[in-house]
Structures are given as structure tokens and as C-alpha cells.
């Protein structure tokens, strides 16, 4: 349980969830705990309507609607992480070294690992995830040590902006978002709860513990102006070391998150493939591989070479998609809920269903998130989510 709870950490522990904890906590100020408490008490009462089957006919659409959000969130994700991590090779290790050119370079390395058999992708994701995780237990442990300009404690509940709540849960909405993309081997929905709930609770303890080490070394004000607060906290702990580590983890978040992204994406077209005739008779796995893990790898590298990293307009399809993406977890959990018995786990997920709907209207709250951002996530999830529905023998992983 504990290898697969470390797996689903993967995209939990991407660059932007840094970035989002680290501005979230200097918006906030020390009510980011609670929030950090709402956002896992809203993800860990839908887990298990999100892996229980019920009619076949709904099932099948949600699942179509699910999987094409997702694609259409995660490719421009990947671009921004990617971006991200090309950013931090070039400005903490080699200032001569093309970022755009890096960024590939962990594409690159993503994609091959997707291709591998799958003992050995889970050995290379679960190795990159555990250094993330010493990288932070090394630089929350060194703040201990460290001595900031003002000796003196935080202010606890005294936040930055001037509507600390509401600004720190804007922010940090999507921060516990997309632990499902990595499914455990086993069909049990219990073993899947505790997995996920593992992954779920150990990516809070971390973030949180690194995100308060920040706060003491930082102060507020310099976390919620920062693009990079991350890095202004490693900085303060361990100097130039810190960057190195920072970077580090940077770098390897940004490989397992998109890992994860492709093994997740690339599920329905091993499906497809398996499953047409004409590949039937196919004996060579490897092409297979490759064909289906190439097709969501393209999507991000056309998206990369338009420039679309770092743009404006790439924050405003995140948000839209991840609006989308909690709507699904909503759906997920109202579909189920006659197959609850329990009074108290109605509650509990009637708390969630509209807990993720808040959620679904916050996101759209952000600066950086239009009607343009939300239209263009819809019109693509409804037109791959028919294709997908239509086709859902083949395609539904």
C-alpha cells in the first residue's frame, strides 16, 4: 500500500504544487492549514464514489467526460511544469543551457520511462519521488537550524492580503488535485481508498511542513510576491545549497508528475491498439507502446513549440480544466451515493459533492482564468468525450 501511495504522490508533487503552497501560505498566512484541512476532507470522503461502478450506461459517460477533461487539463499542465523545470536547470545549475531545450529533454526521459515494462517506469517514478520527498525532509529540517533576519516567530494568523481566506483558498484550490491518475494494480476499492488516502495525507504533511519552514525563514509578504516562493524559502534555509537542493527537486517533481501524466493518458490508446484488428496479430509490444504513449507525448511537444509554457493563457485552460476536473469529482461521487448506506458517509459525501462544486466555482475566480479559458475546456471535453463514449469498448481504460 505504501508503494502505491508514494506512486500517486507523483503528480501531487509537481513544481506548481511548490509554487501554490509556498503563495498560498504567504496569502494566508497560517490559515493555510485549514485550508489545506477543507481540500483534504473534500477529496477524502469522494474517494470511494470515484471507484465505484454504477449504471453501465452513466458509468460510461462520466468515465468519457472524466478522461477527456483530464487530457485536456494535463496537456497544458505538462506544459507548464516542463516549462518550469527548464527554467530551474537553466537558472540554478547551467545559466549557458537552453531551458526550452531541457524542458524536452525531461519530455524525453518521461516518454521513454512510459514505454518500459511496467515493473521497471514504478521503480524509476517511485525513486524520483522518494528523493523529492528527502530533498523537502532535508530543507524543512535545516530550517530548523537556520536563522532569519528577524529572529523574531510569525505572525500566526496574521495574513498578507487583505482577504487572507478567500485569496490563500483561490490559490490553493487545485493543490490535492489528480491523485487518481495513478490506478493501483489491485481491483479492490478498499485497497485503492487507503492508497490514495495514504497519498493524499503524506503530500499534505510534506507540503505543509516545508511550506511552514518557509513561513518562519520568509515572513508572508515576501511568499505572496513571489513567482518562485519555493525557492526564496530554500534559499533562506540553506543558501546557495538550498537552491541546489531546490532545484533538484524541481527538476525530478517535474519528471514524475509527467510520468504520470503519460501513463495515465496513454491507458485508453494501449486499449485501442490492443484491441483492433489489425494490431491483433502484432506481435512486437514495444510498437505498441510507443504508438500509445506518442500520442499524448506529440500533443504536449506541439503545444511547447507554440510557446504555449509560461503564457497567460495557458494559466487561464489550466483553470478552466481544473474547474471541469473538480465538477467530475462531483459528479463522480453524486452517482454513487445511493450505494452508500451509511448515514454518516451520506453526509460525509454530500459534504464533498458540494464542497468540489464551491471548488469547481472558485478555480474560476482566479485573474488568470476567463470565459475563454473555461469555453475552450469545454468544447474539447464534450467532443473527445463523445468520441470516447461512443467508442467506449475500445477506449475507456
Not at 465505484?52 to 505538462?78: M, P
Not at 481544473?322 to 451515493?337: E, P
Request: hydrophobic share 50%; with cysteine.
Amino acid at each position: 500500500m505504501l508503494t502505491a501511495a508514494l506512486l500517486a504522490m507523483g503528480f501531487l508533487l509537481s513544481p506548481r504544487a511548490f509554487m501554490i503552497s509556498g503563495s498560498g501560505i504567504g496569502l494566508a498566512g497560517n490559515w493555510y492549514f485549514l485550508i489545506v484541512a477543507l481540500l483534504f476532507t473534500t477529496h477524502l470522503v469522494t474517494i470511494p464514489q470515484q471507484t465505484v461502478s454504477n449504471e453501465k450506461q452513466y458509468s460510461d459517460a462520466l468515465k468519457s467526460f472524466g478522461y477527456s477533461v483530464r487530457f485536456f487539463t494535463l496537456a497544458f499542465f505538462a506544459c507548464s511544469i516542463l516549462g518550469i523545470a527548464g527554467y530551474a536547470f537553466n537558472e540554478v545549475f547551467v545559466y549557458w543551457f537552453p531551458n526550452f531545450l531541457f524542458s524536452f529533454i525531461i519530455l524525453a526521459c518521461s516518454f521513454l520511462t512510459a514505454i518500459l515494462p511496467a515493473s521497471k517506469a514504478q521503480k524509476l517514478q517511485l525513486a524520483s519521488i522518494i528523493l523529492v520527498l528527502i530533498g523537502i525532509t532535508v530543507l524543512s529540517l535545516a530550517a530548523l537550524w537556520a536563522t532569519p533576519p528577524n529572529a523574531n516567530s510569525p505572525d500566526f494568523f496574521a495574513p498578507y492580503g487583505a482577504s487572507p481566506f478567500s485569496d490563500g483558498l483561490l490559490l490553493m484550490a487545485p493543490l490535492l488535485i489528480g491523485y487518481e491518475l495513478y490506478t493501483p494494480p489491485s481491483s479492490s476499492n478498499r485497497t485503492s481508498r487507503k492508497s490514495y488516502t495514504l497519498a493524499l495525507g503524506l503530500t499534505v504533511v510534506f507540503l505543509s511542513i516545508f511550506s511552514y519552514a518557509s513561513l518562519c525563514v520568509s515572513g508572508t509578504e515576501k511568499l505572496a510576491d513571489s513567482t518562485v516562493p519555493y525557492m526564496i524559502g530554500a534559499r533562506k534555509i540553506l543558501g546557495q545549497t538550498g537552491r541546489y537542493v531546490m532545484g533538484a527537486i524541481i527538476i525530478l517533481g517535474s519528471y514524475a508528475a509527467f510520468t504520470s501524466t503519460l501513463l495515465f493518458l496513454k491507458k485508453p490508446f494501449d486499449k485501442f491498439i490492443d484491441s483492433s484488428p489489425s494490431t491483433k496479430k502484432a506481435n512486437n509490444r514495444l510498437s505498441k507502446k510507443i504508438i500509445a504513449a506518442a500520442i499524448p507525448t506529440l500533443t504536449v511537444s506541439v503545444l511547447l513549440l507554440r510557446g504555449y509554457a509560461g503564457e497567460p493563457i495557458t494559466e487561464s485552460y489550466i483553470a478552466g480544466g481544473f474547474s471541469l476536473w473538480f465538477l467530475f469529482y462531483g459528479l463522480s461521487a453524486a452517482g454513487s451515493i445511493r450505494n452508500t448506506h451509511s448515514l454518516l458517509q451520506k453526509v460525509g459525501t454530500s459534504f464533498g459533492i458540494l464542497s468540489c462544486f464551491y471548488l469547481a466555482y472558485v478555480v474560476l475566480q482566479l485573474p488568470e482564468s476567463p470565459v475563454k479559458g473555461l469555453s475552450a475546456a469545454i468544447g474539447f471535453t464534450l467532443a473527445i468525450a463523445v468520441l470516447t463514449f461512443c467508442g467506449r469498448k475500445r477506449l475507456l481504460p
